[in-house]
């Protein structure tokens, strides 16, 4: 087993891979208080992720029917319950640390700003246009976020991407 996390973290040559290895290995450090096994957190997982999609989904439906307030609420719930779901493979205090690991505190900062964002314009300012380019930017910032826990799929995205 040493020999291939060895030879995993030399094929990514990041800490990237280290921190990868270290969240699947960790079956101690996440929710150890609770004493969940590790097929419990994969569910708590699939469920949160499954739960933040609908809720999403189910606000994008009430956006088409001009609920912009409710589509916000309803949006970030579904993102921030997704990100809670993360919470089940590494734990919730490892999670917040390695946020703002230099591989990833841009865009989990740029992330928390649009989520911020979106409540701002869809409550306090009341822009319906500006709730919309936030929500996408939100998504847009987890998704790069996310993309640090992988070795190379920063570099993969950039390539693929258009712009």
Do not use: H
């Amino acid at each position: 087993m040493n020999q291939i996390q060895g030879a995993w973290a030399t094929l990514s040559g990041s800490e990237t891979a280290t921190a990868a290895s270290a969240m699947v290995e960790s079956d101690s450090s996440a929710f150890k208080f609770l004493d969940l096994t590790k097929t419990q957190r994969l569910y708590g997982f699939g469920i949160c992720i499954v739960a933040g999609f609908a809720c999403s989904l189910l606000g994008a439906i009430l956006f088409t029917l001009g609920q912009i307030t409710v589509f916000a609420l309803l949006y970030v719930i579904g993102v921030i319950v997704s990100l809670v779901g993360t919470g089940f493979l590494v734990g919730f205090g490892k999670q917040v640390k390695m946020m703002w690991d230099p591989v990833r505190r841009y865009a989990a900062g740029v992330f928390l700003l649009c989520i911020a964002l979106v409540f701002v314009f869809a409550f306090a300012i009341e822009i319906d246009v500006l709730v919309i380019v936030f929500a996408i930017l939100t998504y847009l910032a987890y998704a790069w976020y996310s993309l640090s826990y992988i070795p190379y799929a920063r570099a993969l995205a950039k390539r693929l991407s258009p712009f």
